[in-house]
């Protein structure tokens, strides 16, 4: 790539895209950086760190001399991720904020402010690669298996990858954290987010009882009987321990309870003990199918995940009704969840993805 192409890195004020922008640098890339915010709360908020993420970007910015550009996409994630994570909450699901974040926002919103800079190609700090075979493109796992990020990316378009670079795919965390201390980074220490997309870390209930009402209901045990109240579908998830606060007087021994099913039509949840049957599946239904690449023949074998950093899992899609696939996995599953991404892949090279709808045993 000629040193005169411009490539414009999301800086989030993170120890990965600090190393991203660096690399860029060392291959001869023209680079400067953007700072995006995207939740407008108060940065006083005691859960905000935008602040200090900029500080943070500005600093990596300036140790190695690039431009850093700031830019406020509050209102797009409000309309293209936020909304519809709330959505989704009230049917029952449970989104994944982090996949339509990436699609809408860091690779759409960011890729266009890039091109309007004069940008060629926008990168990002996430560990995945992108490769070129007969004109089209491929997302591909990254190098480091315990930090691969392609689960979250799997939305992308042709498009999208023709004009993304990640540069931390061929490399794992353990070197970027060197590179970013050799560096003098004050992002070289600093610890991952795991929190919502652009929100941050928070108490999970506690954020959500903001935008969404408490609709109380009844939580029972798997024949139905009543075993406490809860405080709406929303704030619970398939497979959910912590926060059920099941005490002693139910159940025939000490092992903790789950949550096995959201009752959307009777606002119940079912909640059993210990490693129960009701927990696993080995089949699904998923619908809003997204191929990198052309649509695979089906029926097709492969592997899946229905979560982030679960091991690769063998399964056979098919076509099912109404625009949507069938997954068949050759293991039991635990703890499938209807709202989230099932990804698939051929090897390291991802295929694409779709939303889990609802789970059933064949």
Not at 65 to 89: A, M, R
Request: proline share 3%; net charge negative; glycine share 8%.
């Amino acid at each position: 790539m000629s040193s005169k192409s411009k490539v414009i890195v999301g800086l989030s004020g993170g120890v990965d895209s600090s190393v991203a922008a660096y690399l860029l640098l060392r291959q001869g890339y023209k680079v400067e950086a953007l700072f995006m915010k995207n939740w407008d709360e108060d940065d006083e908020d005691e859960y905000c760190s935008a602040s200090e993420d900029l500080a943070d970007a500005q600093q990596v910015a300036d140790e190695l001399g690039i431009k850093l550009h700031t830019v406020n996409f509050s209102h797009e994630y409000w309309e293209d991720v936020f909304e519809h994570f709330l959505d989704e909450h009230k049917k029952g699901r449970t989104p994944n904020p982090d996949v339509l974040c990436n699609q809408r926002i860091k690779f759409k919103a960011f890729l266009d402010y890039a091109k309007d800079l004069g940008a060629t190609k926008i990168a990002t700090g996430h560990y995945a690669r992108i490769s070129q075979e007969n004109g089209k493109y491929f997302l591909k796992a990254g190098i480091d298996g315990n930090k691969d990020q392609s689960y979250f990316l799997h939305l992308l378009n042709q498009e999208q990858l023709s004009q993304s670079l990640f540069p931390l795919g061929e490399i794992d965390k353990q070197e970027v954290r060197d590179i970013a201390r050799n560096n003098n980074f004050a992002t070289a220490e600093k610890k991952d987010s795991t929190g919502i997309c652009f929100i941050g870390e928070r108490p999970f209930s506690e954020f959500l009882t903001t935008f969404l009402p408490k609709e109380k209901g009844d939580i029972i045990d798997q024949d139905g009987s009543f075993i406490k109240h809860h405080n709406g579908l929303p704030f619970y998830t398939i497979g959910q321990r912590k926060g059920l606060e099941i005490g002693g007087g139910h159940g025939d021994s000490q092992e903790p309870w789950f949550v096995a099913d959201k009752l959307t039509e009777s606002n119940q949840i079912v909640a059993v003990q210990g490693d129960h049957h009701l927990l696993y599946h080995n089949s699904l239904v998923a619908d809003d199918i997204h191929w990198i690449d052309d649509e695979p023949e089906m029926p097709f074998q492969c592997s899946a995940k229905i979560r982030y950093r679960q091991a690769s899992q063998d399964c056979t899609v098919t076509v099912g009704e109404s625009q949507t696939i069938k997954v068949c996995f050759k293991e039991l599953q635990r703890a499938i969840t209807p709202g989230q991404s099932i990804v698939f892949y051929h090897g390291n090279k991802c295929l694409g993805g779709s939303v889990i709808k609802s789970r059933y045993n064949e």
